[in-house]
């Protein structure tokens, strides 16, 4: 159950810049910029925060709400 909290965290405060784009609207650039931000808290928090917005979109993908994953190779 911690995990789960501790991905609501990364989706809720680290990716906030977010929030405000349309799921399908959310680009690579997007994904690169907001992840460059997160480098400045340091490499593992950033790491571990792309993985977990991945997983958001793979379950986005697996739910019809989006057509693809704005994370891979970033």
């Not at 593992?44 to 190779?73: M, Y």
């Amino acid at each position: 159950m911690a995990h789960v909290k501790r991905a609501a965290t990364y989706l809720e405060n680290y990716f906030r810049g977010l929030h405000t784009i349309a799921l399908a609207s959310i680009d690579r650039a997007t994904v690169s910029r907001e992840l460059n931000l997160l480098n400045k808290r340091g490499p593992i928090a950033a790491n571990r925060a792309r993985a977990t917005l991945s997983a958001f979109f793979n379950w986005s993908i697996a739910n019809g709400l989006c057509e693809h994953n704005p994370v891979e190779k970033t």
